[in-house]
């Protein structure tokens, strides 16, 4: 077990490395290369990539990793049908949402936005859609598989191509031309994903029988909660940029966060990739009613990330001024903003973590739960303190994971618990 951990995340540190390297380089190139109020206008397109793969995405990601852990030794034939639910239900989603931005009205779009920028270049907010959620389902089920060899590959392929052609297209064409580069670069990392998926699976003896799909429509079901609250969060974290937005200045403010938020990003991959690997053990061991394994990847993964991240702040709040005036002089203003969502990394990773398992577990309700609180509360405060700026908007996120972090360890306690005393299943 712990071998697989750690092969398991040195090939995951790798690939986020890489791929947390090039979306740094791509900010700070984007930032130099554009004006603060496109390169504002260029955040909000991706906030709202992110609503929209989220809305399309159906919650099929953590639901398709956990059932590939549990079936892909146990049940190879449904494990193949999984895979195959997974991508038509999510290319199915993605192209209802093209035709669905394709037939509002450019108007009301910009309205959404807060906006009226680029009124061309909205349009391609459904394809960008299409291909994040793609791209997302596809690396779940690599993840599921347990190919984090290449699972990492694809990471480092897609951030170098995507920070390569959103740099060039910002210099030919700005903001427009940056959002078509990370189309392409989304659009090229689809299809070698795909063939790799296509080889795992043979090389693991996975049967694709994608004419027996509709069999694994209960996966649809499950994947409610999660879902509803990858949902939730992709709209709030969409109209906090909105809120933002709307703001005198707010485009230039919005920036500024951004470019903050990058390095909080960089600062949550140990965190990120220690989750997204014991995600598929933990469920796996949990199936087998393996207690004590379960305790074990818990502890090691909360203790490592815990660790990491507090180095990480430690080192930010050394050189915050530093790091933000890598994206230029009219950045450096926002170290203090830095400062703020360097903090909130911490209950971020506890959080993050203890998310996770109750996910492998099964506690779907009691996450949905959590999030919609998280949200809510990230939300309720920059509502409350309007007019908002970059600072206001970095401690609404902070006091929502605060209470998030809380309410997930009083939520995993009980499944410890009850392993320990009651000798119940883990």
Known sequence: MISR?????????????????????????LARILMPNAFGWFTL???????????????????????????????????????????????????????????VPTVILQRCLGTNDYPNAIKLLGLLGMLA?????????????????????????????????????????????????????????GVISQAIILSTCRNQRICLAWGQFLREYRLLGTSMFVSASSLWLAVVNWLLNIILARQPNGLAELAIF???????TAMLFVPGLLAQVSLPMFASAYSQHEINTCKRLMTMAGSTAMASTGICVIAVFLTAHTLMAMYGNNFVSGDKVLLILALSCLPTAAS????????????????????????????????????????????????????SATIVAVAIWPVIRQGRYKGQQC
């Open 45 to 103: 397109i991706q906030a709202t990539v992110l609503m929209l793969q989220s809305v399309g995405g159906l919650g099929l990601g953590l639901a398709t990793t956990s059932h590939l852990a549990r079936t892909k030794q146990q049940d190879r034939q449904r494990a193949g049908r999984i895979v195959c639910m997974s991508v038509l239900a999510t290319s199915v989603a993605g192209i209802l949402i093209v035709g669905i931005i394709l037939v």
């Open 352 to 403: 993050m973590i203890g998310s996770y398992c109750l996910w492998a577990v099964g506690r779907t309700g009691t996450m949905l739960s959590i999030d919609l609180v998280r949200g809510l509360v990230s939300l309720s405060y920059c509502l409350f303190r309007r007019p908002i700026c970059a600072m206001d908007l970095a401690m609404g996120i902070l006091i929502g994971y605060i209470v």
């Open 133 to 189: 959620m793609i791209n997302k389902i596809q690396t779940d089920i690599l993840i599921g598989l347990e190919a984090f060899k290449q699972t990492a590959f694809i990471a480092m392929i897609r951030g170098a191509m995507a920070a390569l052609l959103a740099a060039m297209g910002a210099y030919a064409s700005g903001a427009v031309g940056a959002v078509a580069g990370l189309g392409a670069a989304w659009l090229l990392s």
């Open 258 to 264: 951004n470019a903050a938020d990058r390095w909080r």
């Open 5 to 29: 951990l750690a092969g398991g995340t040195t090939w995951s540190a790798i690939g986020s490395m890489v791929s947390q390297g090039c979306s740094l380089l791509m900010g700070i190139a």
